[in-house]
């Protein structure tokens, strides 16, 4: 069974700041994705970023990107500049690549307060 | 492109009952995922179809149970309510290959009391 873990159960950040999320997870698979979603107040969960474990090279989109590390089961998210909209609760999600089916493996997620 | 669509986004019920839950998923989407969200136990996979089978289920009880229809709008169902089944359930849509990107609607907050 695979384990998601988020340490951090809050930051705050102001804006225009950086703001580095931490997560990592337990697993004996192989070939994995691993996603960062973000829950805002309207309680839609939005992808934020996913990355492929067999890729070395970090996924970025605009402001946001992560640091992988597959040996040490890591996966941080950065946020950069940050805004008022970032506001949100942020949950780190893995997936293995066979017989996963729409099921993703969550972390208690981790709310960030973006801060004027 | 329209999301995907959760019916009702808030629903009030008493021990005992049961309630049906829809999503409609984003057109094109043949798989669709439900999850249970509880301050105390964070989010939980409940089952996923495809095609109108279920391909995948998680660790709920049979009380917890679901469909597809041939238009790939889903349908959840939760029988002989408990305290504990109050939620927030989400469901998300996907093409059906496997680790591809799920696309969340708003969810339906349930209320059991």
């Known amino acids: 069974a695979q384990t998601v873990t988020q340490s951090q159960p809050e930051m705050s950040v102001q804006e225009a700041e950086t703001v580095t999320l931490s997560c990592t997870y337990d697993?004996?698979?192989?070939?994995?994705?691993l996603f960062w979603y973000k829950q805002p107040p309207s309680r839609q969960m939005i992808l934020v970023i996913r990355q492929e474990a067999y890729k070395q090279q970090n996924a970025t989109e605009n402001r946001f990107s992560v640091n992988f590390q597959k040996a040490a089961k890591s996966f941080s998210l950065k946020i950069s500049d940050s805004q008022l909209g970032d506001t949100a609760m942020y949950f780190c999600a893995f997936m293995p690549t066979t017989d996963s089916w729409g099921k993703l493996q969550f972390g208690a997620g981790t709310q960030v307060v973006v801060t004027p | 492109k329209a999301g995907v669509t959760q019916t009702p986004r808030y629903l009030i019920k008493t021990r005992g009952q049961q309630v049906t839950l829809s999503c409609s998923p984003i057109?094109?989407?043949?798989?669709v995922s439900w999850y249970q969200q509880t301050p105390g136990q964070g989010l939980q996979f409940l089952f996923e179809y495809f095609s109108e089978t279920q391909r995948n289920k998680g660790n709920f009880p049979g009380r917890f149970s679901g469909r597809q229809f041939s238009n790939s709008r889903s349908e959840m169902n939760v029988s002989t309510l408990e305290l504990g089944d109050s939620a927030l359930y989400l469901c998300?849509?996907?093409?059906?290959?496997?680790?591809?990107?799920?696309?969340f609607g708003s969810g339906t907050q349930l209320s059991v009391l």
């Open positions: 998300a849509s996907s093409l059906g290959q496997a680790t591809e990107k799920l696309f």
């Open positions: 057109s094109g989407h043949r798989s």
């Open positions: 697993t004996s698979e192989n070939n994995y994705y």
